[in-house]
């Protein structure tokens, strides 16, 4: 996970308006505010993604 994914997620999870383990509501939000690196990344490696969520990890 780049810096850039990192942010994505955060400016997400800061918004407060989807659980970020609803994973196909986080892929909506994020197609919403043009963070098309982090939907990308989620499709590449989803497994990354929830252990992130799960466990701060990256």
């Known amino acids: 996970m780049n810096e850039k994914v990192f942010a994505q997620i955060m400016d997400i ?14 892929q909506r939000m994020a197609f919403k505010m043009e963070f098309y690196e982090l939907i990308c990344f989620i499709e590449r490696d989803r497994a990354a993604y929830v252990r992130f969520i799960l466990t701060g990890e990256e």
Request: proline share 0%; hydrophobic share 45%.
């Open 13 to 26: 999870r800061d918004s407060g308006r989807v659980n970020m383990f609803d994973i196909s509501a986080v």
